[in-house]
């Protein structure tokens, strides 16, 4: 029991990660993204929100200024 609670650990904390980068590379508040990707159950959510949202440094070029 207590290798399948490390191992589920071990995964939040790899989607928290990834919460993280994706939200550094397309210019989202990383430390929001990261506290919400550490809450168990919500974090893959999270991660696939951040996968669709656009990517704010990209979408100031292409404003008119």
């Known amino acids: 029991m207590s290798q399948l609670m490390i191992f589920l650990f071990i995964i939040n904390i790899l989607v928290a990660i990834q919460c993280y980068r994706n939200a550094r590379l397309k210019g989202y508040p990383s430390k929001v993204f990261t506290i919400l990707g550490l809450v168990p159950y919500f974090n893959l959510v999270v991660w ?10 990209s979408a100031s070029k292409f404003e008119p200024s």
């Open 48 to 57: 696939v929100y951040l996968l669709f949202l656009p990517d704010l440094s």
